[in-house]
C-alpha cells in the first residue's frame, strides 16, 4: 500500500510548464500567424529604440559620474540638478500612469481578442507583454538616473555633508528610526 504523502511528494517534482504562450503557438490560425509576423516586428522596433536609448543613459551617467563637482558649486548648478532631478521623476511617473493604463488596455484587448479568434488573443497577450515589461524598463531606467542626479547633486552642495557615519547596519537603522520617530 502507497502512503498518501509519498503521492503529494512526488507531485512537487513535476517539472516546470511551458509558457502559455509557446503552447497556443502551434494552433495559431493564418489571421493569428499574420498578426503575430506584424507585432513582432514592431516590438523588435520599440525594444530596439528603448535599448540604444538606455545605453545612451548609460554612457551618459558613466560620464557624468566620472565629472566631479567641487562642493560647494553655486547655486544655479544646485538649481539646474534640482530641476532636471524633478524632470526625470515626474516624466516616470506619468510613465508609470500610462504603463499602467497600457495593462488594463492590453487586458480588456486581449479579453475581446479570445473571443474572436483565440490565436488572436494569444499574439494579443504576447505583444502586450512584450510592451509592458519594456515600458518598466524604461520607468526603471529613469528613476535610476533620477537617483544619480541626486548623487551628484548631494556631493556637489556642501550643505548637505557633515551628518553622522555609520560602519554598522543597525547603527544606522536605530538612526533612521529616531529621525521617523
Known sequence: ???????????????????????????????????????????????TKSEEWSRQLDAFKTQLESFKLQAPESAEILATLDRLIEEYEAHAEIRAMLSRRLIKRVHRDVKGLFKIDPSLGAVGRTTGDALIATERRIVEDLLDFALVLRAVRAEASGEDRGGPMFDDAEALKRHLDALAA
Do not use: I, N
Open 1 to 47: 500500500m502507497f502512503d498518501p504523502a509519498l503521492l503529494l511528494s512526488l507531485e512537487a517534482l513535476t517539472p516546470p510548464q511551458p509558457p502559455v504562450t509557446v503552447q497556443e503557438r502551434a494552433w495559431l490560425s493564418p489571421l493569428g500567424t499574420a498578426a503575430q509576423r506584424v507585432s513582432q516586428r514592431l516590438v523588435e522596433a520599440y525594444g
